[in-house]
Nanobody, 123 residues
Framework: QVRLVESGGGLVQPGGSLRLSCAAS????????IGWFRQAPGKEREGVSC????????YYGDSARGRFTISRDNAKNTTSLQMNSLEPDDTAVYYC????????????????WGQGTQVTVSS
């Protein structure tokens, strides 16, 4: 059974950090580009960051650039998103996803999705 399971969400104060993780099972992540997305209440799902399968090249949405870092560990079949300098606008459900396409920041091209983990940034 193909699964992606996120963990690491929670409540953090503005300026704080969180590290999200995503573990894959039932398939090998090394064959896929991996994306992290988020969705806040009343808003569309937004591409946060992605990392390619071939050379590990990383891409970031405008909201994440300079504050978030994506990584992958193919040996462990996992991906992580380190989030620093968090702001209240970062509050959302965060999802990891995998795609065979070349559009890893576009939610419409994802093949597999995790169930999401809630991140709340509040004082």
């Amino acid at each position: 059974q193909v699964r992606l399971v996120e963990s690491g969400g929670g409540l953090v104060q503005p300026g704080g950090s969180l590290r999200l993780s995503c573990a894959a099972s039932g398939f090998g992540l090394e064959h896929y580009d991996i994306g992290w997305f988020r969705q806040a209440p009343g808003k569309e799902r937004e591409g946060v960051s992605c990392i390619s399968r071939n050379d590990g090249r990383t891409y970031y949405g405008d909201s994440a650039r300079g504050r978030f870092t994506i990584s992958r560990d193919n040996a462990k079949n996992t991906t992580s998103l380190q989030m620093n300098s968090l702001e209240p606008d970062d509050t959302a459900v965060y999802y990891c996803a995998a795609t065979l396409s070349l559009h890893c920041l576009n939610a419409g091209y994802m093949d597999f999705w995790g169930q999401g983990t809630q991140v709340t940034v509040s004082s």
